[in-house]
């Protein structure tokens, strides 16, 4: 083994905790500011270019000369790159080092950025955005790795991986300030302009502030690229069915069933690849662990109900007419309540306590989803505004303490590190995806059946619909003389108005829905912690009482965590303390 992949002798207290992350030098204060706010920076850069362009898909229909189906494409290359890429990333920094995935991966940025100033159609477009899906994936990790250099002491880093979460849904909102501004000064062009200056001086900050080097061992292998091969374009094909079946409708292109059809066929091929490898890619054992299933289930529901702002209410303020600057107050209040969100989860997330945080997150969110669930076509941003801040401080409550729970298993297995970060970048991305695919899907349901229902309701004998339609025309009677003209235009803008009002019930159901959902999973979340705790104690366990509420719902049993014993996420950052059953055994 040459001298680069040999391990260093390192100060127990700066020994990096997974092999691909960085050492925990001691640090002056200030540099930990610097290391916090360079952090915060890259987090903030890597959401940014995903968020200027979800946000802005109708703006960009026009600029790039497509139907709104068509830059659906957009979002939807940068997720199919995204969600896959931490199969190989993880190994890329263990075998040649931070400073190079730091170095070449910002850059990569940087150049796909500058290369969004010289598109000039939407598949060349497409294009720039599958190779910045890439890119941004490891812009994520890097940021929160910079972040976790700003932690004092180990025993606060499961905080400072919080702050990092929370930060990383911050580029929404922000995208909707000022993304309007941006279109005016340079049509589409200036969203990139803006996003490639911030590119650049996050590429200046971390060049000149590095972070500290750690191991390196020789990790790819020639089967993890047959791995790759299989799950990236699996990944990819359902991430087109789960973005096109809503837009174009699951059953009116055949396409559409294709793609799920062989998605589903590439990831079987890949996981059998992987079952039969000695060493493989992804601890399936591990991934189908109960406690683990369970986690993996939550992560993907919470991320559905998070979809009624991105899907829900956007979608209902723009049925009622409204654009993307109308929406800004409402969107500084979501992000002072993100803000806000984060403040709080790290003021009351401990490893030993993360049930508590969880159970309320989603009772926020719920009572925030069913307020929004009585909207009318009165309603406008600022009837909005308690129930939008309620979901966003929720869903960072709730992200905080369930990916700590998560990380607990990966320390006693190393190996599980890129099953870890594959876990968790399927749930954020796949989930958002999931979750704007069934709500759509539930929407456009729910509107053909109050359609219908309206129609039925609307007979021209009925006196007050016979008066609509004589108002309605009587709004053209001077530019129409034809009576039968103008009736003709009164029963068209009473159609529009009928229409408008079952998209509004539709909406309606959406919200109610994902109010049911969110108690559910409390519920679910809760009676499992009052069955491990008092209904179904592991054997050896002390007599019957009321325990300490130590863990969370959905591990396997009550844990009395020892303060000795570091954790750290998938991606090498916090140490945690180590989920013990009252035997002293590790959780199955």
Known sequence: MSDKYAPRDWHPDERPTLPGSPSFPQHTPERRVAYFLVGTLVTLTGGLGNALVTVNLVNLQGTLGAFAAETSWLPAAYVMTNASMNLLLVKFRQQFGLRAFTE???????????AHLFVNDLGSAIAVRAVHGMAG???STLGLYYT????PRREVRPKFIVISLGVSQLPQPIAYLFSTRLLELAEWRGLYLFELGLTLVTLGCVLWLKLPPGDRFRAFRVTDFVTFALFAPGVALLCAALTFGRVLWWTSQPWVGVALAASVFLIVAAVAVEHNRKNPLLNLRWLTNGMIAR???AMM??????SEQSVGAVGFLRLVGLNNDQ???LFLVVLGATVAGIVVSVLVTRPPHLMGPQVIALLIMALGAWIDSHATNQVRPEEMYVSQAMLAFGGVLFLGPLLLTLMGTVVTNPGNLITFSVLFSLTQNMGGLIGSSLLGTWQVMREKFHSSNLADQLSSLDPLVAARIQQGGAAYGR???DPSARTRQGISLLSQAASREANILAYNDVFLAISIMATLLALWIFGRALWINYVAPLPGAPPAGPPPARHTALEEGPAEPPTDSPIATPEGTPPLP???????SLPE
């Open 104 to 114: 070449f991966f910002l850059v990569l940025y940087a150049l796909v950025t500058f």
């Open 137 to 139: 994936a490891a812009l």
């Open 148 to 151: 976790l250099q700003a932690a």
């Open 295 to 297: 986690l993996f289930l």
């Open 301 to 306: 529901l919470v991320r559905v109900v998070l």
């Open 327 to 329: 929406m800004a107050t």
């Open 479 to 481: 530019v129409l003389t």
């Open 578 to 584: 180590v989920p013990r059953s009252p035997s002293g």
